[in-house]
């Protein structure tokens, strides 16, 4: 069985290829092609931990993502993972990799297709309320589906540190880096909203990462109130999502969007808000991509 770190991952795997590929796997999750079981959540609580168990089938990929989540670790990633692929013919292990970089780059490339679907087309200005490894993911991914002026950075910490490294610019508030903007990303664990409904603006767009605990939350209520909501997968979401469980309804899910079964943005001036979970789908479409393209570096056999 072929094993891949996370070094390897990282040479296979671009954010150019990623973001169509979960544009298809988020289409055929919503066409009801995948078999994908709600995540499970194994509390770790003597370390405020959790491990998550992540199985799906998708017809031509089977395979499944375990993951941890520390949110208090220091000096080390906040999560890990490993994704393995089984032959779906036979049920054999093919590939076991690395799945910590995997959750970083499929995160934001999710988030660009729901920008790529839902954003106004003319979006120039950027908020990132974050400053870890998902804030380096999301502007990368980002700006593959739009052109930003401006990019504004905060976080409680490190976002000094992030803006001066990615050349944008350091806001001294959460509110201060919303306020005006066309596009913005919520990428910090949290259990109480980050983000306020009184510093949205008609026509803004909001990809919401954070809070993936069915008690936390990351948006308040007006910011629920105000907007139009999407997910990866409404069963998912309305079991995992505070904030979807506090809005109590969904519109669509991004997959019928890009399906064009359902309405994306209608009007220049309307709110909408894209609420990421994470399913396995898109973990194992990801892998699938790493492997094929280890498979296909190989040299031929004599």
Do not use: C
């Given at each position: 069985?072929?094993?891949?770190?996370?070094?390897?991952?990282?040479?296979?795997?671009?954010?150019?290829?990623?973001?169509?590929?979960?544009?298809?796997?988020?289409?055929?999750?919503?066409?009801?092609?995948?078999?994908?079981?709600?995540?499970?959540?194994?509390?770790?609580?003597?370390?405020?931990?959790?491990?998550?168990?992540?199985?799906?089938?998708?017809?031509?990929?089977?395979?499944?993502?375990?993951?941890?989540?520390?949110?208090?670790?220091?000096g080390v990633p906040t999560?890990?993972?490993?994704?393995?692929?089984?032959?779906?013919?036979?049920?054999?292990?093919?590939?076991?990799?690395?799945?910590?970089?995997?959750?970083?780059?499929?995160?934001?490339?999710?988030?660009?297709?729901?920008?790529?679907?839902?954003?106004?087309?003319?979006?120039?200005?950027?908020?990132?309320?974050?400053?870890?490894?998902?804030?380096?993911?999301?502007?990368?991914?980002?700006?593959?589906?739009r052109e930003f002026r401006?990019?504004?950075?905060?976080?409680?910490?490190?976002?000094?540190?992030?803006?001066?490294?990615?050349?944008?610019?350091?806001?001294?508030?959460?509110?201060?880096?919303?306020?005006?903007?066309?596009?913005?990303?919520?990428?910090?664990?949290?259990?109480?909203?980050?983000?306020?409904?009184?510093?949205?603006?008609?026509?803004?767009?909001?990809?919401?990462?954070?809070?993936?605990?069915?008690?936390?939350?990351?948006?308040?209520?007006?910011?629920?109130?105000?907007?139009?909501?999407?997910?990866?997968?409404?069963?998912?979401?309305?079991?995992?999502?505070?904030?979807?469980?506090?809005?109590?309804?969904?519109?669509?899910?991004?997959?019928e969007v890009i399906a064009?079964?359902?309405?994306?943005?209608?009007?220049?001036?309307?709110?909408?808000?894209?609420?990421?979970?994470?399913?396995?789908?898109?973990?194992?479409?990801?892998?699938?991509?790493?492997?094929?393209?280890?498979?296909?570096?190989?040299?031929?056999?004599?």
């Open positions: 069985m072929l094993i891949l770190d996370e070094a390897a991952v990282r040479k296979l795997l671009t954010m150019q290829a990623l973001i169509p590929a979960m544009e298809h796997a988020l289409r055929a999750l919503s066409a009801g092609e995948v078999v994908q079981p709600v995540r499970v959540m194994v509390p770790v609580a003597d370390h405020g931990g959790f491990l998550g168990s992540m199985p799906a089938y998708t017809g031509a990929q089977l395979g499944a993502k375990l993951v941890t989540l520390f949110p208090n670790n220091q999560h890990h993972a490993l994704i393995l692929l089984f032959r779906p013919e036979t049920g054999e292990p093919l590939v076991v990799m690395d799945g910590r970089l995997i959750t970083e780059m499929r995160t934001g490339a999710v988030s660009a297709a729901a920008t790529k679907m839902l954003a106004r087309p003319n979006s120039s200005v950027l908020a990132i309320l974050g400053s870890g490894v998902q804030a380096q993911s999301h502007l990368k991914a980002l700006r593959l589906v401006d990019i504004r950075v905060w976080s409680p910490r490190n976002a000094g540190a992030f803006a001066h490294r990615f050349g944008v610019r350091l806001a001294q508030s959460a509110e201060e880096a919303v306020r005006g903007a066309d596009v913005v990303v919520i990428v910090i664990i949290s259990q109480t909203p980050i983000l306020s409904g009184e510093w949205l603006s008609p026509g803004m767009h909001i990809n919401a990462v954070g809070a993936p605990q069915p008690t936390w939350r990351e948006l308040d209520d007006d910011v629920l109130r105000k907007t139009k909501l999407y997910v990866e997968s409404r069963e998912a979401a309305s079991y995992e999502s505070g904030d979807v469980i506090a809005a109590g309804s969904i519109f669509a899910e991004i997959g064009g079964a359902k309405a994306g943005r209608q009007s220049a001036e309307e709110i909408t808000l894209f609420k990421s979970v994470g399913v396995a789908v898109e973990d194992l479409a990801s892998a699938e991509l790493v492997y094929r393209e280890w498979l296909a570096v190989q040299p031929p056999r004599s």
